[in-house]
C-alpha cells in the first residue's frame, strides 16, 4: 500500500497536498457523481474504499470524511490506522453512516505475544475480521528463508484468530514479484501457508512489479478474499479506475467466479488530484462497469 511508484504517495508526501477539508472536496460536479453512485444498484461484490486513500481528511475530520464515504454509495472502508479513536467510537462512526469495516492493515507487531488478544477484541468492536498485514519487515524478506519464516507465523496467526472468525492475510506491493533465490517470494509465501490465508493482491501494485496478477489469482484460487482495485496505467499515471491499462472485464470475471472474493477496495492515491473527488470518480466508474 505504501510503495511510492508514480501512481502511488507516501505518507510524508501527502502533506504536501494543502489544507482543503472534504467540505471544500467535495464541490458541486463531485455531488452530483456522488448522488448517481448512492442510487446505482447495488454491487454484487460490496466496494469498501481504502482510508489510506483520503488520509489527510480523515486526520482532520474522520467524521466528515466518513459521512462522505457513504454518502457516495461505498458499503464499507478499510482502515490503515485509528486516528486516535478508540474502537467504540470507530465502530458508532461506521454504523451511523451505513459502513461496514471490510478489513484493517494491520502491522505485524499487533498480531505478535500479547498484542494479538487486544487486536483481536479492537476488532471485534469495529465488526472487522480480515486483519491484513501491509508490508514485512526487511530483514525477512531479504531472503527466501525469511519469506518461509513468514509463513509459518501466519499460518500459526490463522490458527490462532480463526476461533474468533476471523483470517490473517497478506498485502503486496512489488519486490513479491522480483526472482529470490530462483523463486518469487509471492510463489514461496502463498506456496506455504494455509489455504485461509488471505491474498490481498493490489492489483496496480502487482501491474507495477512486472505481474499480471490474474495468472496469480488464478494460481491461488479461492484466496482472494479481499482485493486492492487500483488502476495502472503507462501513460497516464493519474488515470482512474477503468480508465487505465488494467483488463478488469478478466480480472472481475474471475473474482465472481472463481476468487472467493468478498470485498473489492478501491485505492487510489496520485499527487495532484483532490482524494475525495478521485475517490468518487473510481466508484462511478466501478458502477458504469457494473459493480
Not at 457513504?70 to 474502537?87: D, L, V
Not at 533465490?181 to 506456496?191: I, K, N
Not at 489469482?217 to 482495485?229: E, F, N
Request: glycine share 10%; hydrophobic share 40%.
Amino acid at each position: 500500500m505504501h510503495l511510492k511508484t508514480n501512481a502511488d504517495l507516501s505518507r510524508r508526501d501527502f502533506f504536501k497536498y494543502g489544507t482543503a477539508g472534504v467540505a471544500a472536496a467535495c464541490g458541486a460536479p463531485v455531488l452530483a457523481v456522488l448522488e448517481k453512485s448512492a442510487h446505482a444498484a447495488p454491487a454484487r461484490i460490496p466496494i469498501a474504499v481504502q482510508l489510506y486513500s483520503v488520509r489527510f481528511e480523515c486526520e482532520k475530520n474522520l467524521p466528515a470524511t466518513l459521512a462522505a464515504i457513504g454518502k457516495m454509495g461505498y458499503n464499507g472502508i478499510e482502515f490503515a490506522g485509528y486516528y486516535k479513536r478508540s474502537a467504540a467510537e470507530l465502530r458508532k462512526m461506521l454504523d451511523d453512516n451505513g459502513l461496514k469495516c471490510c478489513g484493517t492493515h494491520t502491522a505485524l507487531d499487533t498480531l505478535m505475544g500479547d498484542e494479538l488478544k487486544k487486536t483481536v477484541e479492537f476488532n471485534q468492536t469495529i465488526g472487522n475480521k480480515f486483519l491484513i498485514v501491509p508490508s514485512l519487515p526487511e530483514e525477512k524478506t531479504a531472503t527466501r528463508q525469511g519469506w518461509l519464516e513468514m509463513a509459518k507465523i501466519f499460518d500459526g496467526l490463522a490458527e490462532k484468530v480463526k476461533p474468533h472468525g476471523m483470517r490473517v492475510g497478506y498485502h503486496n506491493h512489488t519486490i513479491e514479484f522480483a526472482p529470490l533465490e530462483g523463486e518469487l517470494p509471492w510463489d514461496t509465501f502463498f506456496g506455504n501457508t494455509r489455504k485461509d490465508v488471505i491474498m490481498q493482491v493490489d492489483i496496480g501494485n502487482a501491474l507495477v512489479g512486472g505481474a499480471d496478477p490474474v495468472v496469480f489469482l488464478k494460481k491461488y484460487p479461492g484466496r482472494a478474499a479481499s482485493i486492492h482495485v487500483k488502476e495502472f496505467s503507462k501513460s497516464n499515471p493519474k488515470a482512474y479506475i477503468g480508465d487505465g491499462d488494467v483488463k478488469w472485464k478478466e480480472v472481475f470475471d474471475y473474482l465472481e467466479k472463481t476468487g472467493g472474493t468478498e470485498w473489492y477496495v478501491v485505492e487510489y492515491e496520485v499527487e495532484g488530484v483532490p482524494p475525495v473527488d478521485a475517490i468518487a470518480r473510481c466508484l462511478s466508474n466501478l458502477r458504469k462497469m457494473g459493480k
